[in-house]
């Protein structure tokens, strides 16, 4: 059996990630701001289409990382929401309810994974969370973004939430700025599974379906409208995705796959490069952020998350941006 290609992408993106760090390095400049005609034998047209003759990626980049992003944060399907759902506490240090982690990191921007196969379920979870936002700081301008990881059975099955959330949550539907691959990622052979109608309502990003700009050119077909990038796919898939993104004026989110320490940083960086990126996904400080120690010394604002924002204008060094830390050190100096 074949090693999937999506596998394989996240296999080599460590060692690609190298390449552009070493490359922007050795020319003392960010690595972002090579990307041109400059530093590059060919254009975009060589790995997307002529439309691209003459572009290069950094045509579509930012000249500058932003000053800051606002987080997004993840709900997860097993995540307490408020002390009630807590049978037994692990007092170690670290928020363990959302209602917690609202009030520690200011977070405004919620990422809530759901079912796609409950629909009762799913609404209540989403009606939930947007009543513990509006106790916690009804002012703050909450945003929303829903993952249902592929379970919807079919288009009907978004959209009768979505009835149902209109109705029952006004402010849920209102603040929802995107939704996530709803269905299964296999766009060739099921081609019943559209999004054209969820997509008149919300952004519909492809995800685990977007691994080259074919699957990119066939998803628009299938009624998607954005495109979730992850810098673990590879920095120069990204690149391309994100230029096409842009040329098709898709709507452009970077999602991290709980990336910890140089990594995070890594997803940080690029996110910080697409204009029309306005939020960074890092759940890595939920969920493991022992793995982020040793960087806290130089970027600690990166990973402590004050105003539910983090401060991506650090990330304008040379290379990807950042100074990667040894594995197995818990400071800059290994001490």
Known sequence: EPIPKLAAMLAASPLEAAIHDAFGRLHGRNSFDLMSAEFLNEDLSSYLNEEFVGKYPVDYLSEKPKATMPLYHLVG??????GQDIKS??????????EEWLQSDGISHLKIKLAGNNIDWDVGR????????????????????????????NEDYVLDLL?????LSRQSFDRLQYIEQPTPRDLTTRTEMT???ISRLRPVVIDESLTDFASLRLARQRGYTGVALKACKGQSEALLMGAAASHYKMFTCVQDLTCIGGSFLHSASLASRLPKVAAIEGNGRQYCPVGNEAYMQQYAPMFRVRYGTIPTELLDGPGLGFDWQPLGTDSPSGE
């Not at 399907?77 to 408020?82: K, M, N, Q, V």
């Not at 506490?89 to 959302?98: A, I, N, Q, V």
């Not at 009835?163 to 109705?167: G, H, P």
Request: net charge negative.
């Open 77 to 82: 399907a097993l995540d307490p929401l408020s």
């Open 195 to 197: 999004v054209h109608r």
């Open 89 to 98: 506490r692990l007092d170690d240090g670290y928020p363990e309810t959302l």
């Open 163 to 167: 009835e149902r959330i209109e109705r």
């Open 126 to 153: 989403i009606v939930e969370v947007t009543r513990i936002c509006e106790a916690v700081a009804p002012e703050r301008n909450w945003k929303l973004s829903f993952d249902f990881n592929e379970q919807c059975p």
